[in-house]
């Protein structure tokens, strides 16, 4: 686990970025595992601005979303799909046809995670997945209680992520109360792991996902076993494992 101090929120993005950027340098036609959530948004910001001066290219790249939510449609402004478009791919060259969010307007959810678990297996695995975190520790929307062992599946949103995702809706009522995503398997799956943290209102969960034991209750926490797990968080998400790093 290589866990990397930044001073605030920019700094934080643009450390992702660099190791993101990193890694396509390295290998132009890699795989990227996407998330969305507020935390990533600075880190494509900062991999649109590179792009845009020309020091990095996409056109190989292929990309695979950790998640979405069942029966919203990509045009809807609250699907991931949509967001990663209005956040990212309407910006950059990766082409349409490596793109890849699971199909949350599939109503039969064996279908659509069946069918995501091939995707990922037919582009040789994720190289580089690129995560946030809850504020209860789920990992995409792996939601504390979930077994380590799952791949791609159907979830129940739990009354704290609905409630947390209520902003991007008019109201609790239209939050989905399910989703598709890759489990915790697809996850560690993943060659490398790069995590993205700030703000205090994480402190805590960090705290127990870094050090403490490795639980389904805290499906963070299983990232403490990736061979390769890097995560980047700002001053206020470290300040209570200050002593420990
Ligand atoms: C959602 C996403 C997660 C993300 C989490 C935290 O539930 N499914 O992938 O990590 O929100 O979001 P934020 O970064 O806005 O705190």
Same mark, same amino acid.
């Given at each position: 686990m290589k866990i990397v101090s930044a001073k605030d929120y920019n700094d934080m993005s643009r450390k992702a970025a660099n190791i993101i950027s990193a890694q396509v340098i390295m290998k132009p036609g890699c795989v990227l595992g996407l998330a969305t959530g507020g935390t990533p948004v600075g880190t494509y910001k900062q991999l649109i601005d590179w792009y845009n001066k020309g020091d990095i290219d996409f056109s190989e790249v292929t990309t695979i979303n950790l998640d979405e939510y069942r029966g919203l449609k990509r045009d809807h402004e609250q699907s991931y799909w949509y967001f990663m478009h209005d956040n990212f791919f309407n910006y950059v060259n990766v082409p349409e046809e490596n793109i890849h969010v699971p199909d949350g307007a599939n109503p039969d959810s064996d279908e659509a995670c069946r069918e995501y678990e091939e995707i990922i297996r037919k582009a040789g695995g994720i190289d580089l997945q690129l995560l946030g975190i809850g504020t209860d520790g789920h990992i995409g929307f792996n939601e504390p209680g979930e077994a380590f062992e799952l791949r791609t599946h159907c979830v129940d949103l739990t009354e704290s992520t609905i409630k947390s995702n209520t902003r991007f809706f008019g109201s609790e009522g239209e939050v989905p109360k399910q989703a598709y995503t890759m489990g915790i398997k697809s996850i560690m799956q993943a060659r490398k792991v790069l995590m993205v943290v700030n703000g205090e209102n994480k402190a805590d969960i960090v705290k127990a996902a870094l050090f403490?034991?490795?639980t389904p209750e805290v =499906?963070?926490?299983?990232?403490?076993?990736? =061979?390769d797990f890097t995560i980047v968080g700002d001053e206020a998400a470290f300040s209570k494992i200050k002593d420990l790093i």
């Open positions: 403490g034991p490795v =499906p963070a926490s299983i990232l403490q076993m990736h =061979p």
